[in-house]
């Protein structure tokens, strides 16, 4: 049996102040994102990015993950609640970020980057892609360090006791997150798009390997108390997470058509 550490929240105290771990979280997925990003412009130059626009499109991309992921929480999660507090919506430090409404910010954020450029918006996201999953999955280990979204209860050998929960062994959750949707898809998308593909094809296995990831990493996740399992015994992230596999199987086969050009 594994009992969570119960890290402290704070990573750094600064007097009255500190520095979140969650926050150094978002900082390892943007550093990654120029580190893997500089690596692509120098050794796969079939994509003609230059390192300027690299630092642009961190720029419009971490606006669209903090207002997306923000946005999306309020819609998707806790609208009824947002309703009737909506000076809350702004208290971003009381946490409440969604992976979906992130995902959709950065979507929107990178069409601008695309008509800024005058490139292709599949052929932006194409790049971006692969630069992701490691920036998922320091978030997926900065919700493990902060003992969030925990699992539902299992009487695996690999179950966690949260005490902050309970003394139920639960599925560690965000670990199998953290290797999924962190390692897994990372190696994926890196090691396929070492070489050019169609328009495309790199954004269509991102949809279809983060939607089955997720997909199958919240049938270990406890659902959200306030919402619980939705229709069908699905959770909110799985009906989030269907058309994203649905998307990307069929941009996937226009992809292999030369359907984007």
């Known amino acids: 049996m594994f009992v969570h550490p119960q890290f402290d929240p704070i990573a750094i105290h600064l007097g009255a102040f500190g520095i ?8 390892v997925g943007f550093l990654a ?3 893997l990003g500089q690596w692509q412009i120098k050794h796969r130059t079939w994509h003609g990015w230059t390192n300027t626009m690299l630092d642009d499109a961190l720029f419009f991309g971490a606006l669209g993950v903090i207002l997306g992921g923000r946005l999306g929480y ?3 999660y806790q609208s009824s609640y ?3 507090h909506p000076i809350e919506i702004f208290a971003v430090w009381q946490g409440g970020m969604s992976f979906h409404g992130g995902f959709l910010g950065v979507l929107v954020a990178m069409w601008v ?6 490139v292709k ?14 920036g998922l999955g320091a978030g997926r280990m900065g919700n493990f360090i902060n ?21 139920l062994l639960r599925y560690p959750s965000q670990l199998y997150e953290f290797g999924l949707e962190g390692v897994v898809l990372f190696l994926m998308l ?5 070489k050019p593909r169609t328009t495309g094809a790199i954004s269509a296995i991102f949809l279809i390997g983060y939607g089955s990831f997720r997909f199958l990493a919240e049938f270990t996740r406890e659902p959200d108390g306030y919402l619980g399992l939705l229709s069908m015994g699905l959770s909110m992230g799985q009906w989030l997470s269907l058309p994203m596999v649905v998307l990307g199987v069929a941009m996937y086969w226009a992809s292999t058509q030369h359907k984007f050009g």
Do not use: C
């Open 20 to 27: 979140h771990w969650y926050g150094l979280m978002y900082l």
């Open 33 to 35: 994102f120029l580190g």
């Open 74 to 76: 309020v819609l998707f």
């Open 82 to 84: 947002f309703l009737q």
């Open 113 to 118: 980057f695309a008509r800024k450029y005058q």
């Open 121 to 134: 918006w599949l052929k932006i996201m194409d790049f971006v892609a692969p630069l992701v999953p490691i």
């Open 147 to 167: 003992g969030e979204l925990w699992g539902r209860p299992t009487n695996s050998d690999f179950g966690m006791v949260f005490p902050q929960v309970d003394n």
């Open 190 to 194: 890196w090691l396929y798009s070492a």
